[in-house]
């Protein structure tokens, strides 16, 4: 699966349900969605909406219980695992609200992880970081663990980390959740600029809706599993 | 991911919980230790029994016959009488089957057994016994091992080794009769004609004469010195040296042409030989694994043999059995610490579950998680493998250590008893590693198979 292709994601009719004792969760419920190369999208909605769902869907972290996401004409859904971890590693790239680094790691290991498994060679690896780190402007942190890191930081080393394997997706599931607002503000630029820069095409879940006006091309609102609305920002 | 990232992330792993990872391959070392102790014994006495038996020279050995000896005087191998290569035309044992026989693959020696009756003179008082040729394999075979004095400076050379309740005979103080000379009074055997009459008139008193292609005997001395003093009784009797007192170099003891008890034979065997004849040789082999190769071609070339390979067998089975049961008791530590592996790799899997998320999030697929956790098992065994094995060649040791002083008070040699070779060592590290990462097969499994959603929502 080539990460240079054109990044367009399409959702068929997908759902999550799953099960909790006697009741029925159904957290993405016949969802259909397209996102275009080089678009930048945001999922907003409320705690517990199924927007984090969708984007573990997205980001082959999960399955659907049914229904298609196709991602380079590839079914996600039809992957087997070992396909499917090659696709996170290769196509796309995640941040998470709560950073995720490697807390043993430091910012440098922790952005040559990806690498490790994608199996680069040790020399790139090093020029890649470089690059990487560069780009999120923290070359002078690369020594330090995440616990000496300021928030900020952590979510810029995050960012490095997920762009490092050079992915045409860039998935950020509430990457301002755990920042101050001026400290969010700026990982939203940075985003931005990684999706004008490069075309990265890039789908955010916030609960922000200023943030998702602000900084994405389109808003699909979700609520109780489904896409309530879909639109281009005002 | 590639071996060498795996092995450098495990090792970072283990470091993270170095006290808990350090008792554990701790465990391990105490398991091999215990494993590599008790083989070492195993090994040990196997080596000390090889040696001993070894220096008997038995079992690298095959004794030859001729099918010419008197019926049931010598023994012969059951599947010869009667065959069909019994009734092949029996070949003398001489000098020209000792030169066929040295040619054979694998032969080292090929050594008649000169045994002859004699009569030594030691400061005038006379003292009967038995004196036996010895090959210049004895020099380096371990059978004058520990010898008071030293082994024949040369294979002709005109020297002796008393055993040493015949020194003791000889002199209060056996030590002081190195250096000194003893006279050997024999009975020569002399062909008939090579001194026509007067060897016989000249020894009538002393001398008998055989008819036929006899011979005849006529006393003869020989004077020669003690080198050397061996508390042992080189090849314990069979085929050997048994009840010898004096040792002299075998080239010594054949130009002496001693008569010997089957020289009878000679003389009323028709079919007798130019050449000298031999009762029986000796036939060496550079390994005891050769002999049962050697002793079928020997057997094909028309000669009886005869060799204790039954026997050497018999002892690795028996030591085969007393490794496998130490083996076994050595394996228990090992098996609980396999336990302590076990234990520990869950208790990282609980700990590690939201890095097992990042991982599979960042693209490790569920081989690379298992490979992970099982490396990280790998390395616990690697490493408590090379301090066991290093533990239990030290037990060894004291082991060897704390015997030898108990042999020392006893007033016995000192031993070998342990011994850590290297298949030993190796075997032993492979093993720990082979548990450990049977150890680890469950957890790494639990690991792999974690939904990388529920792993990243962990706290």
């Not at chain 2, 076994?328 to 869950?346: E, M, Q, R």
Request: proline share 3%; hydrophobic share 45%.
């Amino acid at each position: 699966m080539e990460s240079q292709i054109d990044g367009a994601i399409r959702a068929e009719d997908v759902s999550r349900h799953y099960r909790m004792g006697e009741a029925l969760i159904r957290a993405v419920d016949g969802v259909s969605l397209s996102v275009r190369a080089g678009e930048f999208l945001a999922l907003l909605g409320s705690s517990g909406s199924g927007k984090s769902t969708l984007l573990n869907l997205l980001a082959g972290l999960d399955r659907p219980t049914a229904g298609a996401i196709f991602v380079h004409s590839h079914n996600l859904a039809e992957l087997d695992t070992h396909e499917l971890a090659r696709y996170r590693r290769q196509t796309v790239g995640m941040v998470f609200q709560a950073f995720n680094l490697l807390p043993k790691m430091t910012l440098e290991e922790n952005v040559e992880l990806p690498l490790r498994l994608s199996e680069v060679e040790r020399g790139e690896r090093d020029a890649r970081v470089r690059e990487a780190l560069e780009r999120v402007h923290l070359e002078n942190r690369r020594a330090h663990r995440p616990s000496e890191l300021s928030g900020g930081e952590q979510q810029r080393g995050a960012l490095a980390r997920a762009l490092v394997n050079r992915p045409g997706i860039l998935l950020a599931d509430e990457p301002t959740g755990n920042l101050d607002s001026a400290t969010g503000e700026e990982i939203m630029k940075l985003i931005r600029d990684i999706n004008q820069s490069s075309r990265t095409t890039v789908v955010m879940v916030t609960h922000e809706r200023a943030l998702a006006e602000r900084f994405a091309d389109r808003i699909a609102t979700v609520a109780d599993g489904r896409i309530s609305s879909d639109g281009k920002r005002q | 991911m590639k071996f060498g990232d795996l092995t450098e992330l495990a090792v970072r792993n283990l470091r993270e919980a170095m006290l808990r990872n350090s008792l554990t391959t701790l465990g391990v070392a105490v398991g091999v230790a215990s494993l590599v102790a008790m083989l070492s014994l195993g090994v040990g006495l196997q080596q000390f029994a090889s040696r001993r038996l070894a220096s008997s020279g038995l079992f690298n050995a095959i004794f030859v016959t001729s099918r010419l000896s008197f019926q049931g005087f010598e023994r012969r191998g059951s599947e010869s009488a009667g065959s069909s290569a019994s009734s092949e035309k029996a070949l003398p044992l001489d000098e020209s089957a000792r030169q066929e026989f040295l040619k054979l693959d694998n032969v080292t020696e090929a050594n008649p057994q000169v045994r002859f009756m004699t009569e030594v003179r030691f400061g005038n008082t006379p003292y009967p016994t038995m004196v036996a040729g010895v090959p210049e394999s004895g020099r380096t075979d371990g059978a004058f091992d520990g010898m008071q004095g030293t082994f024949f400076s040369g294979a002709s050379a005109d020297e002796a080794i008393l055993q040493m309740d015949f020194a003791k005979d000889l002199s209060s103080q056996p030590a002081s009769l190195i250096g000194k000379d003893l006279v050997l009074r024999y009975a020569k055997r002399q062909a008939l004609g090579t001194q026509p009459n007067s060897g016989i008139s000249a020894t009538a008193n002393h001398s008998a004469q055989a008819s036929g292609g006899g011979f005849s005997v006529v006393p003869e001395e020989k004077q020669l010195r003690i080198v050397g003093i061996t508390e042992s009784e080189p090849e314990g009797g069979f085929g050997g040296f048994g009840r010898i007192r004096v040792f002299i170099p075998l080239q010594v003891a054949e130009d002496l042409r001693a008569t010997e008890v089957s020289d009878l034979r000679d003389v009323v065997n028709s079919a007798v030989s130019a050449d000298r004849s031999y009762a029986s040789l000796t036939v060496r082999v550079k390994n005891p694994t050769e002999v049962e190769g050697v002793e079928a071609a020997i057997k094909k070339m028309g000669f009886d043999t005869f060799s204790l390979l039954d026997t050497t067998r018999n002892l690795r089975l028996f030591f085969t059995v007393i490794d496998l049961l130490l083996g076994i008791f050595g394996s228990l530590a090992l098996a609980v610490a396999t336990l302590g592996i076990v234990n520990t790799l869950v208790m990282a899997i609980l700990e590690r579950r939201r890095e097992i998320g990042i991982f599979k999030a960042l693209g490790a697929d569920d081989h690379d998680v298992q490979k992970l956790f099982f490396t990280e098992a790998g390395v616990m065994g690697f490493i408590g493998g090379v301090f066991g094995v290093g533990i239990g060649w030290f037990i060894g040791r004291c082991l060897t250590w704390g015997t030898n002083i108990y042999l020392k008070r006893q007033g016995l040699p000192s031993v070998d008893i342990s011994a850590v070779p290297l298949w030993l060592a190796l075997g032993a590290i492979g093993f720990a590693i082979l548990v450990s990462l049977i150890a680890g097969f469950y957890p790494a499994s639990r690991a792999a198979r974690l939904n990388p959603v529920e792993a990243l929502r962990y706290e």
